[in-house]
């Protein structure tokens, strides 16, 4: 069974909540840009989570600028404040329906605050 949109915004959800988990391998699954928004929503909130494997996901631009977003603020623990870094390390979103430069100008914020994040994206 694939993770579609609606499953993505569960996992997101739990994500938000999640203090444990650092790998995340959500490859192959239909999640497109509403599924992107979800888990850009629970990223925020997240501060553990160090890897994010999103290729071959659906994903076209606006799915990368939520998660662009998502990767220049987190919450700080239990707070329910927000930082302004996540923890996340490597973002995959290769072969997703994003070209180079929409990747690059979709992430570029997220990056430029987040030096450390790889950016991992093919042209389709």
């Not at 509403?34 to 501060?47: P, Q, V, Y």
Request: glycine share 10%; charged share 15%.
């Amino acid at each position: 069974m694939k993770l579609n949109s609606q499953g993505a915004a569960h996992l997101a959800a739990g994500l938000a909540q999640n203090r444990a988990l650092q790998t995340l391998k959500l490859s192959h699954n239909p999640i497109g840009n509403d599924g992107a928004l979800a888990l850009a929503h629970g990223l925020r909130k997240n501060s553990t989570l160090a890897t994010l494997a999103l290729d071959n996901a659906w994903i076209g631009a606006s799915g990368a600028a939520a998660l662009g977003a998502a990767l220049s603020s987190s919450s700080n623990g239990n707070s329910g404040e927000y930082s302004n870094i996540s923890g996340l390390r490597t973002l995959d979103l290769q072969n997703n329906e994003i070209d180079v430069t929409s990747a690059v100008c979709a992430l570029r914020y997220g990056m430029r605050v987040n030096i450390e994040c790889p950016l991992f994206c093919e042209p389709v």
